[in-house]
């Protein structure tokens, strides 16, 4: 991949920047199309249209778009057959989310190759910026009649899995962010979490920052130690603070008492058992069907979660499409995360995702596929640089 790009007229990475700062925009109904969609629609038909409907992807993205195109093939070809067994159409139209993904994610990728990584990481960070301010916005001034906030989302969850992407990016875009930018996001995102009150989403952000703290990629020096030890050491009395002082600080905000209450009280709560409030028992009324799923849709067919999906990213993807949609996907994420320090830093980012994903589905969500395609492009980056290197050594070594 060229790492460098000239610039020529308008950067294409100007979708992603707008995509970004647009998505907490709902306009219409959860699983329309939003105007983010919109506008990242009419920049695929722009660039498929300006290439004559031939894309350049990075290297190594040509095996990727195989297996997500079979990966997409299986998933119209289960739910199709569902939709027919049983009679409703409804099953086959959540093949469309996916569709919809599927170029999202290799739009990114095509303008990851197009404009360089450092550009397109820019593009992130911006768009990032923009769309948390757009979301204070919201908070500030579009309360709904619950106590739990929305912004300009429909629900509290899709607010709450959002400003755990936006920490995600954060991180993974950290060269490409001034401190003033990264202070910014992580404070709006975090303010959006507690304000959402989504337990999933405030067990994440704990759980995020606690394994950036102990596992993220310096070095292991005694400073480094010290510094950990500081920083548990706040998270801690932080923790304290906000779930067992009898602070007046915490007590006289109402959000941060419910964020409380809602923590504390969970296992009195019916959503938090897995497996009926949360529908990890739907595994065991598919049994029949474990190596290619029940397809995603007719839900009144189970007791678990009945009319409802499984509140679950693993789960969902195993009960819908199997052990060969879920293996396939897994596989996939894994393609995108890299191998060695690149796969392992990579998951320690993607830790609070990984957390929201074991009680909520979020793998319908476009930004998602959009951090998986630039960790994609920026691992093989890194590797093309690695691999450049060694080749010059070699030859260096065979000139002497």
């Known amino acids: 991949m060229r790492l460098?790009?000239?610039?020529?007229?308008?950067?294409?990475?100007?979708?992603i920047l707008v995509y970004f700062a647009l998505k907490p925009l709902y306009l219409s109904a959860s699983g329309t199309l939003q105007i983010s969609d919109i506008i990242l629609l009419?920049?695929?038909?722009?660039?498929?249209?300006?290439?004559?409907?031939?894309?350049r992807f990075p290297p190594q993205g040509f095996q990727l778009f195989s297996l997500f195109a079979v990966l997409l093939s299986y998933q119209f070809i289960i739910n199709l057959v569902w939709s027919a067994f049983?009679?409703?159409?409804s099953i086959s139209k959540h093949s469309l989310y996916y569709l919809f993904n599927f170029f999202a994610f290799f739009t990114c990728l095509y303008i990851g190759e197009k404009i360089g990584i450092d550009r397109l990481k820019k593009a992130v960070a911006a768009g990032a910026f923009y769309s948390v301010i757009i979301t204070a916005v919201g908070l500030l001034f579009f309360?709904?009649?619950?106590?739990?906030?929305?912004?300009?989302?429909?629900?509290?969850?899709?607010?709450?899995?959002y400003a755990i992407i936006m920490i995600t990016v954060t991180i993974l875009c950290r060269d490409q962010m001034s401190k003033f930018k990264m202070i910014t996001v992580v404070t709006?995102?975090?303010?959006?979490?507690?304000?959402?009150?989504s337990k999933a989403a405030i067990i994440a952000v704990f759980g995020e920052i606690l394994v950036l703290i102990l596992f993220f990629q310096k070095k292991k020096t005694a400073r480094r130690l010290a510094i950990q030890l500081i920083l548990l050491g706040v998270v801690g009395l932080g923790v304290y603070m906000l779930f067992f002082s009898e602070s007046d600080l915490i007590l006289r905000y109402p959000t941060l008492a419910a964020m409380r209450h809602r923590i504390l009280n969970m296992s009195k709560e019916g959503d938090t058992n897995l497996a009926y409030g949360r529908g990890y028992a739907r595994v065991f009324e598919m049994l029949p069907h474990i190596l290619w799923g029940t397809g995603e849709g007719g839900y009144d067919r189970f007791i678990a979660r009945h009319g409802t999906e499984v509140h679950s990213t693993f789960i969902s993807?195993?009960?819908?499409?199997?052990?060969i949609g879920l293996t396939g996907y897994v596989y996939l994420f894994y393609k995108c995360m890299g191998k060695g320090k690149q796969l392992i830093n990579n998951a320690i980012m993607m830790t609070g995702l990984f957390l929201y994903a074991i009680t909520h589905n979020g793998i319908r969500n476009t930004l998602l596929w959009m951090v998986l395609a630039v960790m994609f492009i920026e691992n093989h980056s890194y590797q093309e640089q690695i691999d450049n290197?060694?080749?010059?050594?070699?030859?260096t070594e065979a000139f002497l």
């Open 4 to 15: 460098q790009k000239e610039k020529t007229g308008l950067d294409e990475g100007i979708v």
């Open 42 to 55: 009419l920049g695929m038909g722009v660039f498929l249209y300006c290439n004559k409907g031939r894309l």
């Open 86 to 89: 049983l009679n409703d159409i």
């Open 143 to 161: 309360q709904n009649n619950s106590s739990r906030s929305t912004g300009f989302f429909e629900n509290p969850n899709q607010l709450g899995y």
């Open 188 to 197: 709006i995102s975090i303010w959006s979490i507690i304000a959402s009150l």
């Open 317 to 323: 993807l195993l009960t819908c499409y199997g052990l």
């Open 389 to 395: 290197t060694m080749t010059n050594q070699q030859e």
